[in-house]
């Protein structure tokens, strides 16, 4: 019955047949099977259509990670909608302008946020959906029984994900059926998973790492999950011995690393550990190889692309890169118009499946990024060597990737210097240990009552915490050229060693 779906029909192919077979494990030792998560798909599917959901209406969902928020991604799809996670972090003023952006006909939050999510959801239905998986939403799917999928071709839109922008304004990327299913199922292939895996998930699922390259490479693979709300040292090494994958982002394995339980015996089972989202250091490649026997696979991918890139499965996995562009994906490395030479560095540009439909809402933006040819101008600065080896060494705009998330400057900075006795500010990302980069604000006072300490507590409420700065620096003036440009670059040569 799921044949009209490009998505759903090709997700649930791997399961068929296997419906009392396990798929997640949960942290309290109970199990959901196959058949149970998507018949509780079905049952979310059946709840949106009946808050009359059409093809092609968003549902919008800022909720803790469960498998009924995962059971509300398949049904979104299944009832034809496009799903629109958003993060938990984000702020009511975040989340009004994601709402207004994207119109959704429905809103899914935490009950805990419900009256703040009516005060800006305007025609949007609003329903709740908590941490352990209860709210005005699951009332409605337990009254509802089956539910044919809606039927969506491959260039349907699956998914919009939001991107910030260095003008403060967030982007929404606008994922397709094929977009999605294709890249997983390359992945599938690709990191070698089949149905005798047992992938560890401690990745958020409002994310594409987490979403559409965990949860859909496991679906697509009929694997099992260890399914955990959140990266948790001790159940990660508890679930090490029975399990064979986990994926995760460089701070899993800096904090990993610290815990003296993490040995080659208690990762005898595991056949593949996997790094993205952020720059994995050398120096956390060599010491986890030594630690475990073990050499981490670092891919590189994007909200706009899901994945491009990656270290092979079998042969060297070379650190300080993120490999070879995966099957069926094109990259070049650009400048002046012209591709570079093998060993030169310019802009990524990357063509495949898997790149995106453009920006929701946003045309201009769209033809600037994507080529009518197909080839996505990522904006990452790299060079490929001449064994093929992708390396991203910068960043052509300010971009800071901090434990995995993005944070743009500007945004900072705007709420930085709307505050009364700061005259500007320069956000930089600076070397972190444990999040790859960390946040950090540069900020001209005008007057002695402007602390390191009254800035932190003004963003504290208008921010995710994500992208608050870790550190104030109070400066009397910014460096800037002869045009009179803040040189972003010479603030982060003179704070390189900050968290060191």
């Known amino acids: 019955m799921y044949d ?62 469960t498998l009924q928020a995962i059971e509300l991604y398949l049904g979104t799809v299944m009832a034809g909608g496009i799903f629109l996670p958003l993060n938990t972090a984000y702020t009511g003023p975040e989340v009004a302008y994601f709402i207004g952006d994207a119109s959704p006909g429905v809103v ?54 939001y991107t910030s922008g260095t003008t403060g304004r967030s982007k929404g990327a606008m994922l397709s059926h094929e977009n999605l299913a294709s890249n997983s199922l ?43 709300p959140g990266f948790d040292a001790d159940a990660i090494l508890q679930a090490m011995p029975s399990a064979t994958a986990l994926m995760g982002v460089p701070t899993f394995y800096t904090r990993l690393l610290a815990d003296e339980r993490l040995t080659r015996e208690r990762t005898a089972n595991m056949r593949l550990f996997i790094s ?57 490395v650009m400048q002046g118009g012209a591709e570079v030479a093998p060993g030169e560095t310019g802009v990524l540009e990357v063509r495949g499946a898997n790149v995106f439909q453009g920006y929701w809402q946003m045309p201009e933006k769209t033809a600037e990024e994507l080529r009518p040819d197909g080839w996505f101008i990522t904006g990452d600065l790299a060079r490929i060597d001449a064994d093929g080896y992708v390396t991203i060494v910068g960043r052509e705009k300010d971009l800071i990737i901090t434990g995995g998330f993005n944070v743009y ?38 007057g002695k009552d402007t602390s390191a300490e009254t800035v932190k507590a003004a963003l504290a409420g208008q921010l995710a915490r ?17 045009m009179g440009k803040v040189q972003k670059k010479a603030l982060r040569e003179e704070f390189a060693e900050l968290f060191s």
């Open 276 to 332: 993205g989202s952020a720059p994995l250091l050398v120096e956390t490649h060599t010491q986890w190889e030594a630690r475990t026997g073990h050499r981490i696979l670092e891919r590189y991918g994007m909200t706009e692309t899901n994945m491009s890139t990656s270290n092979p499965y079998e042969g060297e996995r070379r650190a300080g890169t993120v490999g070879f562009p995966l099957p069926g994906v094109e990259a070049r």
């Open 4 to 65: 009209a779906n490009h998505l759903i029909r090709q997700l649930r192919e791997s399961s068929l047949g296997r419906e009392d077979s396990v798929f997640a494990r949960l942290p309290d030792d109970s199990t959901v099977t196959f058949g149970a998560l998507f018949a509780g798909a079905e049952r979310m599917a059946a709840a949106l259509a009946a808050q009359g959901v059409q093809p092609g209406d968003r549902v919008a969902v800022q909720v803790q990670k």
């Open 466 to 482: 994500f992208k608050q700065p870790k550190q104030v620096i109070l400066l009397d003036t910014l460096p800037r050229n002869t």
């Open 108 to 161: 899914v939050c935490d009950p805990a946020r419900q009256d703040q999510i009516r005060a800006v959801a305007g025609t949007a239905k609003v329903l709740t959906l908590d941490a352990a998986g209860h709210g005005s939403l699951r009332d409605l799917a337990d009254c509802q029984s089956g539910f044919a999928p809606v039927a969506r071709a491959a260039d349907d839109l699956a998914a919009i994900l």
């Open 409 to 446: 400057p500007k945004e900072v900075e705007s709420l930085i210097d709307d505050l009364p006795g700061v005259l500007e500010s320069a956000v930089i990302g600076v070397p972190h240990p444990d999040f790859g980069e960390a946040v950090v604000a540069v900020v001209v006072p005008t």
């Open 186 to 228: 390359m992945l599938r292939e690709y990191w070698r998973f089949t149905a005798e895996d047992v992938l560890i998930h401690a990745l958020p699922i409002f994310h594409t790492h987490g979403l559409f390259v965990a949860t859909n490479v496991a679906l697509f693979a009929g694997a099992q999950v260890v399914f955990l």
